[in-house]
């Protein structure tokens, strides 16, 4: 029962932190931006319906200090009739988020979508 426990716990602990690094990178600016730019684009709405969700397994970085920063994030999404993912590549300064890259990936196929021409 001792090491039945402590594989309990150690398991609990590992989905606590990757619950924390989840949440963090979830509800970044850089996130939340990224999101909001995808899920206005007709490329993305036509490859994906509408409303545009983010999937739980967010993977990259978001390095902050003070009035500037990095992001570089994968982010799968999807919507009622397909998915894809965004790849965001972004830079904070003076406390504004800017996007270097913001690309959709549609999980058919297809060409990458540069979500930032003609925006």
């Known amino acids: 029962m001792g090491c039945l426990g402590l594989i309990a716990a150690s398991l609990i ?5 990757l619950t924390l690094v989840f949440s963090i990178l979830r509800g970044s600016a850089a ?6 730019i995808a899920g206005d684009h007709p490329a ?12 739980w397994l967010v993977s990259g970085n978001v390095n902050t200090t003070g009035n500037t920063g990095e992001a570089d994030l994968s982010i ?9 993912q965004l ?5 904070k300064n003076a406390g504004e988020w800017y996007f270097n890259s913001l690309t959709f990936l549609d999980a058919a196929g297809g060409p990458p979508i540069n979500l930032l021409e003609n925006s």
């Open 13 to 17: 602990f590992v989905f606590a932190i």
């Open 76 to 84: 799968p999404v999807s919507g009622p009739i397909g998915s894809g």
């Open 44 to 55: 993305v709405i036509e490859a994906t319906g509408e409303p545009l969700e983010a999937g």
């Open 87 to 91: 790849h965001v590549d972004a830079t």
């Open 31 to 36: 996130f939340e931006n990224a999101m909001e």
